[in-house]
C-alpha cells in the first residue's frame, strides 16, 4: 500500500458486470450471521451501563471512576478497528475476525475475574478491541461482495437487525446486574463469546485480492492520503457526528433519568428499547429504499430529521418540565434520522477505495468511536441531571454533520 494506491480527490466506484466484484467470491455470507457479529461490540458496550452504580459501589469508586468502563470501552473499539481494516486487506475478512472474538472471549473472561476496578477498566478495554472485529469485517464483506448503493441497503438491513442488541441489552444487565450482581453481565458476555467463536467459523473469504501488508509506517501514510480526500473526510464527518448524538445521549441519559427523575436502571433500559425501535425503523426504511432513492437523498433526509429532533429536543427541555416521555421523545426521532443516514454515510465512505475497504472501514470506525467516547466525556462535564446539557451536546453534534453534509455535496 502506498500514497499512489489512493485516489487524489473522489470516491471512484468500479464497474460491475455483475451483482458482484470481479474475482469475488460467489458465496455470499448469510446476513444473520454478519448481523449477529456486528451486534457484538455495541451489545457489550450496552450491557453494563444499568450496572454502572452497581459496579461503583461494589469497588467503592465514584460513579465517574466507574463510568471510565464505558469510555475505554469506546477508546478501544477505536483503536481495535484502525488494526483490523488493514490486517483484513492482506490476511482475509475471516482469519481476522476469528482473532478479534478469540480476544473479545479473553477480554471477558478477565473482567469477569477483575479484582479491581483498573483491572475491569482493562478488560474492558481488550474486550472492546476483540469485538469491534465483527463491526468492521462486516462492513468490509458488505463491500467486498455488493456495489455501492446495493451496499448502503444491504448495510441498513443488518444494521436493523443489529439493533435488537442494544435494544436488549440494557435491560438484560439490569436484571442480571439485581438479580446476581454485576459479575453476572461479564458472564453472559463470556458465553456470547464462545458462540460467536463458533458462528464465526460458518464464514467464508469474501477478500477478491489480497493487498501487501503496510507495515506501520505504510498504515500511517494510508490513513494519511484517506483523511486527504475531501469526499472521505466529509462521509467520515456526518458518521462521527451521527453516531455523536447517540454517544451524548447515552452518557447522560441515566444521569438524567436515575439521578434527575429518580426512575430505577429497569426504567431506563426500558425506555431505551423504544430509541432502539425507531433505529431499526430508520435503518429499514435505509435498507428498503437506499437503493431505489440513492444514496445522497437517503443520507439528506435521514439528517435534516435528526437535526430538527435535536433541535426540539432542546426547546423543550428548556420550556417543560423533566418527564421520561418527552426526554426520550427527541431521541426515538434522532434515531429514525441516523438509522436512515448513517448506511448511506458508511457505504459512500468505503467506497473510496472498494479494495481498500477494510483499511477504509477501520478508519471511519475509528473516528466514529473516538469522536463517541470524547463525547461521553463531554456530556458528563455538562450534564448534572436537568437534560439540557444533554440535549444541547446532541444539537451541536447534529449541527456539525450538517456541515459536513454541506462539504460532501460541494466535493461531489
Known amino acids: 500500500m502506498s500514497p499512489r494506491d489512493v485516489p487524489q480527490e473522489g470516491p471512484t466506484e468500479p464497474h460491475y458486470t455483475s451483482e458482484q466484484p470481479p474475482g469475488t467470491p460467489r458465496r455470499v455470507p448469510a446476513t444473520w450471521l454478519l448481523t449477529v457479529l456486528m451486534g457484538l461490540g455495541p451489545f457489550s458496550m450496552q450491557i453494563i451501563i444499568p450496572a454502572l452504580p452497581t459496579v461503583a459501589a461494589a469497588f467503592a469508586v465514584p460513579y465517574a471512576t466507574a463510568q471510565m468502563t464505558l469510555t475505554v470501552y469506546l477508546a478501544g473499539i477505536a483503536i481495535g478497528q484502525l488494526?483490523?481494516?488493514?490486517?483484513?486487506?492482506?490476511?482475509?475478512?475471516?482469519?481476522?475476525?476469528?482473532?478479534?472474538?478469540?480476544?473479545?472471549?479473553?477480554?471477558?473472561?478477565?473482567?469477569?475475574l477483575a479484582p479491581e476496578v483498573g483491572w475491569l477498566v482493562a478488560a474492558r478495554a481488550a474486550q472492546a478491541a476483540g469485538g469491534c472485529a465483527g463491526m468492521v469485517l462486516s462492513r468490509a464483506i458488505i463491500r467486498d461482495v455488493f456495489p455501492r448503493d446495493q451496499a448502503a441497503s444491504k448495510i441498513g438491513f443488518v444494521m436493523m437487525g443489529m439493533t435488537v442488541a442494544p435494544m436488549m441489552a440494557p435491560l438484560l444487565g439490569a436484571e442480571l446486574s439485581a438479580a446476581f450482581g454485576w459479575r453476572a453481565i461479564m458472564v453472559a458476555c463470556t458465553g456470547f463469546g464462545?458462540?460467536?467463536?463458533?458462528?464465526?467459523?460458518?464464514?467464508?473469504?469474501?477478500?477478491?485480492?489480497?493487498?501487501?501488508?503496510?507495515?506501520?509506517?505504510?498504515?500511517?501514510?494510508?490513513?494519511?492520503?484517506?483523511?486527504?480526500?475531501?469526499?472521505?473526510?466529509?462521509?467520515?464527518?456526518?458518521?462521527a457526528c451521527t453516531t455523536g448524538t447517540f454517544f451524548a445521549f447515552m452518557a447522560g441519559a441515566p444521569r438524567v433519568v436515575m439521578d434527575g427523575m429518580g426512575?430505577?436502571?429497569?426504567?431506563?433500559?426500558?425506555?431505551?428499547?423504544?430509541?432502539?425501535?425507531?433505529?431499526?425503523?430508520?435503518?429499514?426504511?435505509?435498507?428498503?429504499?437506499?437503493?431505489?432513492?440513492?444514496?445522497?437523498?437517503?443520507?439528506?433526509?435521514?439528517?435534516?430529521?435528526?437535526?430538527?429532533?435535536?433541535?426540539?429536543?432542546?426547546?423543550?427541555?428548556?420550556?417543560?418540565?423533566?418527564?421520561?416521555?418527552?426526554?426520550?421523545l427527541p431521541m426515538a426521532l434522532v434515531a429514525i434520522g441516523n438509522g436512515m443516514s448513517q448506511p448511506s454515510?458508511?457505504?459512500?465512505?468505503?467506497?473510496?477505495?472498494?479494495?481498500?475497504?477494510?483499511?477504509?472501514?477501520?478508519?471511519?470506525?475509528?473516528?466514529?468511536?473516538?469522536?463517541?467516547?470524547?463525547?461521553?466525556?463531554?456530556?458528563?462535564?455538562?450534564?448534572?441531571?436537568?437534560?439540557?446539557?444533554?440535549?444541547?451536546?446532541?444539537?451541536?453534534?447534529?449541527l456539525g454533520a450538517q456541515l459536513a453534509m454541506r462539504g460532501a455535496r460541494r466535493s461531489s
Open 83 to 112: 488494526i483490523y481494516g488493514p490486517l483484513s486487506d492482506h490476511f482475509g475478512r475471516r482469519p481476522v475476525l476469528l482473532a478479534g472474538l478469540a480476544i473479545y472471549l479473553v477480554g471477558s473472561v478477565a473482567a469477569l
Open 194 to 239: 464462545v458462540v460467536m467463536l463458533l458462528l464465526g467459523l460458518r464464514l467464508p473469504e469474501t477478500l477478491a485480492a489480497p493487498q501487501p501488508l503496510p507495515g506501520l509506517t505504510g498504515m500511517v501514510q494510508a490513513y494519511w492520503q484517506l483523511a486527504r480526500l475531501r469526499s472521505f473526510r466529509c462521509y467520515t464527518a456526518i458518521t
Open 263 to 328: 426512575h430505577s436502571a429497569r426504567s431506563y433500559a426500558i425506555a431505551f428499547m423504544a430509541v432502539s425501535v425507531t433505529y431499526a425503523l430508520g435503518s429499514f426504511i435505509a435498507g428498503r429504499f437506499s437503493a431505489r432513492w440513492g444514496l445522497e437523498r437517503m443520507l439528506w433526509h435521514g439528517l435534516l430529521l435528526a437535526t430538527v429532533a435535536t433541535l426540539l429536543g432542546v426547546a423543550i427541555q428548556l420550556s417543560l418540565p423533566l418527564m421520561l416521555a418527552s426526554f426520550f
Open 345 to 398: 454515510a458508511v457505504a459512500a465512505a468505503v467506497s473510496v477505495r472498494p479494495q481498500l475497504a477494510g483499511t477504509a472501514s477501520g478508519l471511519v470506525g475509528a473516528l466514529q468511536m473516538g469522536f463517541g467516547a470524547a463525547m461521553t466525556l463531554l456530556t458528563s462535564a455538562l450534564e448534572f441531571g436537568a437534560g439540557i446539557g444533554t440535549a444541547a451536546a446532541m444539537a451541536g453534534c447534529a
